[in-house]
C-alpha cells in the first residue's frame, strides 16, 4: 500500500520514525505529529492503511480524534484559563505570570498557583516586555545626612518611613520630571508632582508640601524621609521644612542607587506601566493620566513585596 502513497507521505513517515526511536522523552509530541498527518491524508487515504503505513495502533488514532473533538472540562478551563491570561497580558504587558496572577485573582477571585500560572503563560509565549536593570557598586561612603536605612531601621506601620526620588521621562519630544513620597511599609505614593522644567526644585517642594499635609495629622509620629544626595533634597530650603513637622532626614550613599532600591524599582515599573499599560501617548491630558496611574497604582495594582496585595488593601488590612 506504501506503494501508492505520495512521495512527501514516504518521507514523513521515514522521519517520523527516525525521530521517534532516539526521542523517548518526545514521544507524545511525535504521536501527536502522526496523528495529525493521518487526520490530514485522510480524506485522500482510508485511515486503517495510513496506520498501517506510520506502524499506529488505529484505536489510539480514534481516542485522539475524539478528545480533539470532545476535549474534557481540564482542558476546556486549560483554554478559558489561556484566554484570560492572553487577555490580561494585552492590558498590562509590562508584566510577568505572577503578577498577572495576582491581578486576576484580585479582580475575578480565581485563584491559581504559579506554577500553574506559568504553565499557561509559557504555552501562550506571554512574557514580560519591561527591561530589567542592573545597578553599578556602592558609591562613596561620604554622605550629607546618615544613611538611617543601613541601621537597620525597624519599620512597623504607615508613614515610619518615607522614601522619594525624581524620574524623567519623555512623551512627544516635551520632558516632564515626576517627584514622587512612597511609604516604604505598603509602598503607597502618598504625594507627587509633575514639572515640564528641568531640574525645577518646585516638584520637590510641592510633593513635599502634600507629604506634609499628611503629616500634620499625625504631629507626635517621628518620620524618617530618605532620599538620594540631589541638589535639591540637599538644599537649605527644603530640610529646613523638615525639623518643624517632626521629619527626620536620611540620605542615601553618593551614586548609590541600591540603598533607596525600592523606590528606584518603582521609578522603572512607573515608566514601564504607563506607556505600556495605561498606552498614554498625548501630552495633551498628561497631569490627568498620571493621576489615574497614581490611583490605579494604590488601588488596584497588586504588590509582589505586599504578597500581591495593593498598597490599600495592605493599609487596611495591617494598619493599627
Known sequence: MSLFLPKQMNCGQ????SERSWC???IHFFKQQE?????????????????RVLGINQSGF???????????????????????FKEYHSKYPSHGYRWLNAKIRLDTGLVMSDQYAHKICKSAGIVSVSKHYRYKKHGDPYRIYPNLLLTGLNITGPLQCVVSDMTAFHLKGIYYEL??????WNNETLSYSLSTKRGDRMTYISGLDGLIDIKKKYPALKMVLHTDQGSVYASKSFNDLLPLYNIVHSMSRAGTPTDNAAMEAINGWIKAEIFNDFHVTSNENIERDVAKYIEFFNEERPAYSLNYLTPKQYREYYAC
Open 14 to 17: 521515514k522521519r517520523i520514525r
Open 24 to 26: 523517548k522523552q518526545g
Open 35 to 51: 496523528y495529525e498527518i493521518i487526520m490530514e491524508m485522510s480524506s485522500q487515504f482510508p485511515v486503517k492503511h495510513l496506520c
Open 62 to 84: 480514534y481516542k485522539w480524534k475524539k478528545h480533539l473533538e470532545q476535549p474534557s472540562d481540564r482542558l476546556k478551563t486549560l483554554a478559558a484559563n489561556l484566554m484570560l
Open 179 to 184: 517627584t514622587l513620597f512612597m511609604d516604604l
